[in-house]
């Protein structure tokens, strides 16, 4: 009887050891892993590891194959030697406006307005909500350079109204029928804008706040189409690689507020799996301050953008002298200094970042006096200048003074380098589009491409940035090459920076542990490739929160 009991407690004993014995080597779980590759993180000390392992859509280990050898995992993906890079940001787009743009009458690349209106006779029967709309046209890529008249635009639609934006925003083309809905007339006045008048009649050609007089007759479009836009925008995003996107305003949506709650609702049933940062309207600011800053995993609503300027193309950039190929025209203010001092006030008091729209040097002088007013000297409040486009040289220093952030868009330099000394001067050129400048007064630069204005493609700003050239390799030798960026400054740009510029940096940016897994992967190093062709490179694949959701075909 003895000896049973003592071979019980034997094996009892081997099998108490056993459990142990597995407890030890149990691993730990991770959902993914990934291995083999040369993975990019972004990190402070631009770090390069090989291998990282993912769960609950974060990275929870990230350095060599062997240091991720320790989890178990469901699934184990060999990177075969491909290139990672956090998922690529743009810190200032139109997200919704670029979705809702894809039902329009595209018409960039016309070479003259009669080009414009065999188009718009072409699809004379893409009406939506009763309005032919199309955007893109750029007078300055027309033989005459001068802007068109709606004359013919009358005879071709006199009963249907016609909206033709112009490819940065700042101007549009309407016929007599839109004039006539949005109710102005020869006698209409607008201040922070130009309802453009000859021999007394209406050309048809509005600026800036004139054009928001039309946006304001257009009827909405329906909770279906929003969803459409925002689906599709999405879509072409992941295509490319970007991730997260900083919407620089959706005031003309017609109901901001109410699509960003759209926003939120499609992320939270994971419809909309990108992730956003939008930049809210002024006139909503008594919403939130009553209701406080959004923040989510996916979505962010706590700046304000104003329009202080207009763009350079259509001269309604403010400028401290005259354009140099327009005399005594000095471009305009959209706002009183008043009424924008008065909102910086009220972010500040809210606590919210405020992100002002900055072309001309005036305008861009304006600003930056006023921010330093209300969040001057060290601060972490993080308000930026977006486009930063003109700036006088005795200006630089107070992005250093007051921590300013420059949010700029590196294809624009090369898209308006053919005319913007035309505008400018020799002289006065020089600092415009000044990224390195701007970038080494800041420390911190965030870059973006401004789309539908420019293409959605990141890589096309990264080659202006870095080439300062356009896809034909012109200029030789790059425009202006002393403010090109190093590849180094461009990747984290579009990756760490325009997160920090958008509060974010915890979350996305770069390849950490703890970290969203949202990821890139590119068959040839963007840090090495041949600078030719870096805007011809395709993104393999796209994650976001360790989920694929853009995979390119073979």
């Not at 060599?64 to 810190?91: H, W």
């Not at 001067?425 to 007064?441: D, I, P, S, W």
């Not at 090109?484 to 579009?494: F, H, I, P, S």
């Amino acid at each position: 009887m003895y000896r049973i009991y003592q071979l019980f407690a034997l094996c009892l004993i081997c099998f108490i050891s056993a459990l142990a014995g597995c407890s030890t080597d149990t691993k730990p779980k991770a959902d993914a892993i990934y291995y083999n590759g040369v993975v990019y993180t972004l990190n402070n000390h631009f770090t390069k590891a090989t291998a990282f392992a993912v769960l609950n859509g974060a990275i929870i280990e990230i350095g060599s194959d062997a240091s991720v050898k320790k989890y178990e995992a469901t699934k184990r993906i060999d990177l075969n030697g491909k290139f990672v890079y956090p998922g690529l940001q743009d810190a200032h787009c139109h997200f919704y406006g670029y979705g809702s743009d894809l039902g329009k009458i595209w018409l960039l690349g016309t070479s003259s307005f009669d080009a414009i209106l065999d188009t718009l006779n072409a699809n004379r029967n893409a009406i939506r909500n009763g309005w032919i709309f199309g955007r893109g046209w750029d007078q300055n890529d027309w033989e005459i350079k001068s802007y068109p008249d709606k004359a013919k635009l009358d005879l071709l639609f006199p009963d249907t109204p016609v909206f033709l934006l112009r490819i940065d925003g700042h101007a549009a083309l309407v016929n007599q029928k839109a004039l006539d809905i949005a109710g102005i007339s020869p006698a209409t006045s607008i201040s922070g804008g130009i309802i453009e008048k000859k021999n007394g009649r209406l050309t048809g050609i509005l600026l800036d706040a004139a054009v928001d007089i039309v946006y304001k007759a257009i009827p909405p479009i329906s909770k279906e189409n929003q969803i459409q836009a925002l689906l599709q925008a999405q879509q072409d995003c992941f295509a490319v690689g970007l991730t997260s996107v900083t919407d620089a305003g959706i005031e003309n949506s017609g109901l901001p507020f109410s699509l960003i709650q759209l926003i939120d609702s499609l992320q939270k049933s994971d419809t909309l799996k990108m992730r956003l940062n939008v930049m809210a309207s002024p006139e909503e600011a008594a919403i939130y301050a009553k209701n406080g800053k959004i923040k989510t995993s996916s979505l962010s609503v706590q700046s304000f953008k104003l329009y202080a300027d207009g763009a350079l193309g259509s001269r309604g950039a403010c400028l401290l002298e005259p354009y140099s190929d327009q005399p005594g025209h000095y471009g305009f203010l959209i706002h009183t200094p008043e009424y924008l001092d008065s909102m910086a006030r009220v972010t500040a008091a809210m606590g919210f970042q405020l992100n002002t729209h900055c072309i001309g040097d005036s305008s861009h002088r304006l600003m930056l006096k006023i921010y330093e007013k209300y969040v001057g000297g060290v601060n972490d409040h993080r308000w930026r200048i977006e486009h930063a486009q003109v700036i006088h040289k005795d200006d630089i220093t107070r992005y250093t003074k007051n921590k300013i952030i420059p949010s700029v868009q590196p294809v624009h330099a090369t898209s308006d380098m053919y005319w913007a000394a035309d505008r400018l001067g020799a002289e006065r050129v020089k600092y415009a589009y000044a990224y390195q400048k701007l970038y080494k007064a800041a420390g911190v630069i965030a870059a973006g491409s401004d789309f539908p204005v420019e293409h959605i493609n990141p890589l096309f700003g990264y080659y202006a940035a870095i080439a300062r050239k356009d896809q034909k390799s012109f200029p030789e030798g790059g425009f202006q090459k002393e403010d090109a960026m190093t590849r180094e400054e461009a990747l984290r740009a579009m990756t760490i920076w325009a997160a920090y510029a958008g509060f974010s940096e915890n979350e996305t940016g770069s390849l950490e542990k703890g970290k969203m897994a949202d990821f890139v992967i590119f068959d040839e190093d963007l840090l090495t490739v041949d600078e030719s062709r870096i805007y011809q490179l395709k993104v393999n694949a796209t994650y976001v929160g360790g989920v694929k959701v853009y995979q390119r075909g073979k």
